[in-house]
């Protein structure tokens, strides 16, 4: 007869240790607003470091953090991402990018690997020429791992293939990385390497406390944080 029960439902049930629940409550803290809680400032610091990137801010939700993301990229109405039709973003995150920025998200199919097809990005690229009629194309946004296609990894060869499109078009890159770290261990390939190509990511560790689901996540913006 089984003793545990391992919960795949999600990775939003994630139970805290006792060790960790300790942390927590032992934590230095102060106003996080005026730059002065020490506690967030170093985890911040740490995540910045191990991702590779200037700076990491600290954010309540995965979806607070892919709208910061997208937004500081699409710093203009009427500017276009491009995205999978199966992505987190399009999909589940109530239309933010669209509701509170004045986003349009142009959609490429999924493939079953949770990759985009590389031409079809390359032709959903609005052409200048209908700058009158169309929105700008500003951004494009992969998922890793991808979870609608049942949590399959980005290689960094496919994302650095994507990153040299978007450089190429000058558009930037940023990836919904909720799972990155298991995409990291899966592929045996260390996280900021997979996120190299990026200009900015999200990333997710989901905790439970108190009965209430806490999402611990980041938002790296390279170079963006200076922007006033």
């Known amino acids: 007869m089984a003793t545990k029960v391992v919960d795949l439902r999600s990775d939003t049930v994630t139970k805290p240790s006792e060790a960790m629940r300790a942390a927590m409550a032992a934590a230095d803290v102060d106003d996080d607003v005026l730059g002065a ?43 276009e991402v491009i995205l999978g039709d ?43 020429d209908g700058a009158l009629y169309y929105p700008t194309t500003r951004l494009i946004c992969l998922e890793n791992t991808h979870g609608n296609s049942g949590g399959k990894c980005l290689t960094v060869e496919y994302t650095d293939k994507v990153g040299e499109v978007a450089k190429a078009h000058g558009l930037k890159l940023h990836i919904d990385g909720a799972r990155i770290f298991n995409a990291s261990v899966a592929l045996g390939v260390p996280v900021d390497r997979l996120v190299r190509a990026a200009d900015s990511v999200s990333v997710c560790m989901p905790v439970e406390r108190d009965r209430c689901s806490c999402w611990i996540s980041y938002c790296w913006l390279q170079g963006l944080h200076t922007k006033g």
């Not at 953090?65 to 937004?71: C, P, Q, T």
């Not at 509170?100 to 959903?124: E, K, Q, S, W």
């Open 37 to 79: 809680d020490p506690t967030a400032c170093r985890f911040e610091a740490e995540m910045a470091r191990i991702m590779g990137k200037e700076a990491a801010l600290f954010v309540p939700s995965g979806t607070m953090a892919n709208l910061i993301s997208v937004l500081a990229h699409c710093d203009a109405r009427g500017s």
């Open 86 to 128: 199966d992505s987190h973003v399009h999909v589940y995150e109530h239309g933010g990018i669209s509701t509170l920025g004045g986003v349009h998200p142009r959609t490429v199919p999924n493939n079953p690997d949770g990759t985009m097809d590389v031409d079809r990005i390359v032709a959903a690229i609005r052409s200048t």
